[in-house]
């Protein structure tokens, strides 16, 4: 089993940054790739962004177009999401995701909410 946690969502104006972070717990060896994911109500849940089990980079969003970086570190269990120049449209809950032994696991989400 494997447990994820997102921190860092708030409440920002158009134009600024927030960092999420999720740290995963439990057999945490097993995880493969990770990702974030972002939904807004009404909308179906779209990818952010996906690193791979050795922190490479390998897909994000079309809408991202090079606002965010996602970083993570196996020592510290983490994955970071550094998001920059935020607008309205970036508004949703942000869910953590990890791939381990054929299985999805999913955190409960942060909400960030950006204000013009």
């Known amino acids: 089993q494997v447990q994820l946690a997102e921190s860092g969502g708030g409440l920002v104006q158009a134009g600024e940054s927030l960092k999420l972070s999720c740290l995963a717990s439990?057999?945490?060896?097993?995880?493969?790739?990770m990702a974030w994911y972002r939904q807004t109500p009404g909308k179906d849940r779209e990818l952010v962004a996906r690193?791979?089990?050795?922190?490479?980079?390998?897909e994000f969003g079309n809408f991202v177009k090079g606002r965010f970086t996602i970083r993570r570190d196996n020592t510290k269990n983490t994955v970071d999401l550094q998001m920059n120049n935020l607008t309205p449209e970036d508004t949703a809950v942000y869910s953590c995701s990890a791939q381990a032994r054929g299985l999805d696991y999913w955190g409960q989400g942060t909400q960030v909410t950006v204000t013009t």
């Open positions: 439990g057999k945490t060896w097993t995880i493969g790739g």
């Open positions: 690193i791979t089990r050795g922190g490479v980079p390998r």
